[in-house]
């Protein structure tokens, strides 16, 4: 039988931890609502700025622009990736951190193992949102952008607008020929799906993944067969188009990602304080068996002590 002090100062400690998680899954809880609110706000432009593009894409094929090309390489050549993987800032998110750094190096694997064998090389450089998997994958020996940082806690589009700045300008001048965004799209309160989305050159593959399943092809208010005009021309309209689809496609990935992350750690908080409220039933009824096993052996001891007194 535990020590009575013991239990008793291990009943204390399970309750102050109790106390903690509990405080911290009310602040997740708020935060969750104010990311949620955040991603009700921002799908509306999201999708439209998707569907757009799906639109654009599926009716026009005079378009001649350097984020619609995918690049060709042969054997002995080199493909340059950069992948911009959005991660938390803080701890206590259950496995989501993790996660993040886990599909990260899997997509590595396989572009490095899939241009392997083709006698391609890849070069790729990596651009983290929020420090955690950021400093996890520094640590791994991966070749991640020391000077790129960006918060992922309550995005802004302004946030989005500067990486989306960023990514062109690299795109444009060769540094990279293919761009990922590699984030966590939140379906449901327990159900959170790894997304690997080719940013650019654009893919309208990509768009009909991050697209809701009851939207099949964009363009539904257009009666079928119909043709489209674009003015001046579709080369114009698409320099237009392409600045606000990079911008927006960031900016959801940002917004779902802040949205999965709270959602994974108002789960973890939720379970260590069941946890903790489980291990407190059970020490206290260690406590109570023990307090009682003190009162027996008392009992037992005045017994004893009364019975040698009447024999004396």
């Known amino acids: 039988m535990d020590n009575l002090n013991d239990i008793k100062k291990r009943i204390k400690s399970v309750n102050d931890i109790s106390q903690m998680t509990n405080a911290m899954q009310l602040v997740s809880s708020a935060k969750m609502r104010r990311s949620t609110a955040l991603h009700d706000a921002m799908y509306p432009f999201f999708r439209l700025c998707a569907e757009s593009m799906q639109e654009m894409m599926n009716n026009t094929e005079s378009v001649d622009n350097p984020f619609l090309t995918l690049k060709q390489k042969d054997e002995g050549g080199e493909w340059k990736i950069g992948c911009f993987v959005l991660s938390g800032d803080q701890g206590l998110a259950g496995a989501y951190n993790n996660n993040m750094v886990k599909i990260a190096e899997e997509h590595l694997r396989t572009k490095v193992l899939e241009n392997t064998r083709k006698g391609i090389s890849t070069n790729y450089e990596l651009y983290v949102f929020g420090k955690l998997a950021r400093d996890k994958l520094i640590r791994a020996g991966y070749n991640v952008n020391r000077d790129f940082s960006f918060p992922i806690t309550e995005p802004t589009f302004y946030q989005a607008k500067n ?10 001048n060769n540094e990279f020929d293919l761009v990922y965004l590699i984030y966590t799209r939140m379906e449901s309160s327990i159900n959170m799906v790894p997304m690997v989305m080719r940013l650019l050159p654009v893919d309208v593959k990509a768009i009909s993944k991050i697209l809701p399943s009851d939207v099949k092809d964009a363009g539904l208010a257009i009666p079928p067969g119909a043709g489209i005009d674009y003015y001046p021309n579709a080369n114009a309209v698409f320099d237009f188009l392409i600045d606000s689809y990079t911008n927006a496609m960031i900016y959801g990935a940002m917004v779902q990602a802040y949205e999965s992350e709270q959602s994974a750690r108002l789960t973890a908080m939720q379970n260590a304080t069941d946890n903790a409220e ?4 059970k020490l206290q009824l260690l406590s109570n068996r023990a307090r009682q096993a ?19």
């Open 163 to 172: 990486v989306g700045t960023i990514i062109r300008t690299k795109f444009l």
């Open 278 to 281: 489980e291990m407190m039933k």
């Open 294 to 312: 003190r009162i027996t052996t008392e009992l037992t001891e005045i017994v004893n002590g009364a019975a040698q007194a009447d024999n004396i």
